[in-house]
Every structure is written in C-alpha cells, then in structure tokens.
C-alpha cells in the first residue's frame, strides 16, 4: 500500500480507531486521567459560560422533535467508520477530512458539515446521531442517521444478475432493517407506540441512488446499460418511502441526485475534445448533467404517484439539482471561486489525478476550502453544501416548499440570514468566554 506523501508541510496521522462523534465527546473527556485539571473556580465558570452560549443558541423551540436521515456519503454523518475503522485504505476516517468545521475527521466525507446538519442546525436540534453510535433510547431522542459512505438504493444481487461485477454493498434495505431495529429499541413490545413519534418526525430519503451509477460508470459498464437502471433505483426509493408511511411517516423529504457532470473526477475521466459536450455556463459535462436530469424527472413523476396515494402525507421532493447549479453557475455569491476544482485531491486542471486522491499518494490540500466547489473530487465541500442547504430550506428548491409544509417552524424565515448568524453569534459567544477564561488564568497564576 502507497504511503500517504503530504505536500506543502501539512501533515497528518491516520488515525488507528473510528473517530469519535459529536455526541461522544462529552463522555469522553471526563473520562481521561492524567491531564491538566483547571482550578475549580474556572472550571464553575466554564460550566456557567458554556450554559450561557447554549442558552443563547437555543431559544426557539426545534421545529420537529427528531430527524431520521437515509442514504450514503452525501449524507453519512459517522457510521462509516464503525463499520470501517480499521481499513488503512480509506482517507475518509482521518484527516484532512473535517478540518474546516470538526477539526478532525468525523466520518463526513467533506472538510466540514453536509447537507442534512444545515437541516438539522435550522430545525433547531443537534446533529442527527450517527445509528451505530448509539445504544440506549435517550441516545436517539433528536433522531438518527443511517446513511453510509458507499451505500446504495438496490441491493448488489441486482447488479450481479445484470453482468455487473459487485462486491456486497451497503445498500437502502439495510438501512431499513436498522431503522426497524431502532424502534425495536424505542418501543419494546408495541411497535404501534412508536407511530406518533414518526409521524412528528421529518424524514430524510436520502440522497441515495448516485451509487448505483457511480459504481457502474467507473467500472466502465456502458453507458446505455447504466441508464437502464433507473427505473429499478426509483422504485426501491418508491417502495422505502410507502414502507416508511406505513410505519407513520407524515412528513418526508426526497432528494433528487446532484449534477454529476460538474463532479470533478468525472471532469477529468471523462474529458471530451468537443466543446459540445461542455455547459456553456458552467463548464460541466452536458450529457452526465442530462442524465441526472433523467434520474430526477423520474423520481419526480413516482412522487408525485405517492402523494395521490397518500393525501394525508407531506412528500417533499428537494431540487438537489436546482440548488447546485445555482452554486454553478454563480459561485461567487456563494464565496467561491473554483466551483469545479477539489481541494484535497492529485493536482491537475480539476484538482484530481489518476495516481493520487484526497489522504492517499502524493495529495495536495489547498489553504482555503472555503472557495472550492469540490472537496475531494468526488464529494461537495462544506461551502457548496452550504449554498444548496440554503436554497432547499429557503423552499426555493423544495416542491412543495418545506418552509409552508412544517408552518411551525420560524426558523425558517430569512434563512439565507440565519444559518450565517447563527455561526457568526456562536463564534463571537465563544471567543468572549475564552478571553474571559484567559483573563481568569492570568489572575490565578499571578497570585
């Protein structure tokens, strides 16, 4: 195996043990021997200062009690590496990834937050807990996440039965089968308690479906093949969300598939001479971008199939699509200035090469993440995921808008706004408590 070179004197260890997530940090700490222990007057002030921050950021009651989500890496906010820890071979459990946000690798396969924090951030509760994180009840009282790195909506036998090589894959039953586990564990004995609870929670299928492409067009399986599964990937998302109705879901959130012609490791695999194939706006592979059209016009109709079906159910298609090429075609309101570029990856005009990626070989990480559309060739950075959470929660790219379907939930309102202050508030509460920390150290030491 390539050991990792590091370029431009960034280095980092690749870490032996999963990352931990947010939630285990807390428990943690306490548990450590042998470090420096404060005194206790600052250690109560700590204590204060730290209720005085949350306090602050929690005044609005969270829209919805809980959030499950579904779905693979565009949406894995730690199970990943509970069930890869130990695999050298995937950057994705060690730094660079996560620096910009967590300072550390969490398993999100970006530099900092994905999609369905923003989501949760502006609902008003806590990041949703990775599924295989927890273990008690009280662990998942704001919801759970069961999406992983990787996963697919079919399962690999549908792909093996087409002459397609596959590995076994985490795929959308599996998931389904965890979430019937949890409520095993939420209502022992009568799973009919656990309706109520469903049906006030929002729902999050996916995004899930873009591996069941990926797989097969890095494979070099032909195209016209590929295109012919899409009706397969629909209808298992169709039969998840009525299963998922049928357990109690009232409000659901479908997302469609991203732009993958502005993905830049397809960019440079499948780099084309004509200048035909290419956006004009954009710079993005024409033909890639109308097949994800393709899958989305699809997922769109079979939507709106259920919701005559179930007219008491709120189904919510969000335009993942529309949302991203408005970061495409406009980087610049959204902070960024190479939208087509990774940040961490090989090099190259797209930021990517065939003999090195992001945390393996001779990679290379840019200074500031911030201003690229890509974070490793393959996965949206914190930034353009930003820009699409923004413009699925403002409703603009939500059908029907998601800002009137959960009308109980002011945080809503002037979103563009909120998410920026939000940051912004906390990290000013935050350097206010460490001045004052500061301050107090001095003191003590002095006396």
């Known amino acids: 195996m390539a050991v990792p070179k590091f370029i431009k004197g960034r280095k980092f260890a690749p870490s032996r043990t999963p990352p931990r997530t947010e939630s285990d940090m807390a428990s943690s700490a306490s548990g450590r021997g042998g470090g420096f222990l404060l005194p206790a007057a600052v250690a109560a002030f700590v204590v204060l200062a730290a209720a005085v921050v949350q306090a602050r950021g929690s005044s609005a009651a969270p829209c919805v009690p809980r959030v499950f989500s579904f779905g693979d890496s565009l949406a894995d906010t730690g199970n990943f ?21 967590f300072r550390r690798a969490t398993g999100r396969f970006s530099d900092g937050r994905l999609i369905v924090d923003f989501i949760a951030d502006t609902m008003g509760l806590p990041f949703v807990r990775p599924y295989l994180s927890g273990r008690t009840a009280e662990d998942f009282a704001s919801g759970a996440n069961f999406a992983v790195g990787g996963a697919m909506a079919l399962g690999p036998d549908f792909f093996r039965g087409r002459g397609v090589p596959m590995g076994d894959r985490m795929h959308l039953g599996i998931e389904m089968k965890w979430f019937h586990d949890l409520l095993d564990l939420l209502c022992p004995g009568n799973r009919t308690d656990c309706m109520g609870m469903i049906n006030q929670s929002l729902i999050l299928v996916g995004e899930i479906g873009g591996n069941d492409y990926n797989i097969p067009l890095l494979s070099r399986v032909p195209f016209e093949k590929i295109r012919t599964f899409t009706p397969s990937v629909v209808n298992k998302i169709s039969s998840t969300i009525t299963e998922l109705i049928g357990l109690g879901a009232k409000t659901l959130l479908v997302p469609g598939n991203l732009p993958i012609g502005c993905v830049p490791n397809y960019l440079m695999i499948f780099k084309s001479d004509k200048k035909e194939d290419y956006e004009p706006e954009t710079g993005c592979l024409r033909w890639m971008n109308e097949f994800s059209e393709y899958h989305n016009r699809l997922l769109v109709d079979e939507l709106e199939k259920l919701r005559k079906l179930h007219s008491g159910v709120s189904i919510i298609y969000a335009d993942y699509y529309g949302a991203a090429m408005e970061v495409y075609r406009s980087p610049k309101q959204f902070g960024i200035e190479h939208p087509l570029e990774a940040c961490c990856g090989g090099g190259g005009p797209y930021g990517v090469s065939m003999i090195a990626r992001c945390g393996y070989g001779e990679y290379k990480v840019c200074d500031e993440p911030q201003k690229y559309g890509s974070w490793d060739g393959f996965h949206p950075s914190e930034s353009a995921y930003k820009g699409i959470a923004i413009g699925l929660l403002r409703g603009t790219y939500t059908q029907p808008s998601i800002a009137t379907t959960i009308s109980s939930c002011p945080q809503l309102i002037e979103l563009g706004s909120s998410i920026e202050y939000k940051n912004c508030s906390t990290v000013l ?15 003590l030491h002095s006396i």
């Open 429 to 443: 509460h935050m350097k206010i408590v460490a001045q004052v920390i500061g301050w107090l150290l001095f003191f």
């Open 81 to 101: 590496p509970f069930l890869y820890g130990n695999d050298s071979r995937e950057p994705a459990l060690r730094p660079p990834y996560g620096e910009t946000f």
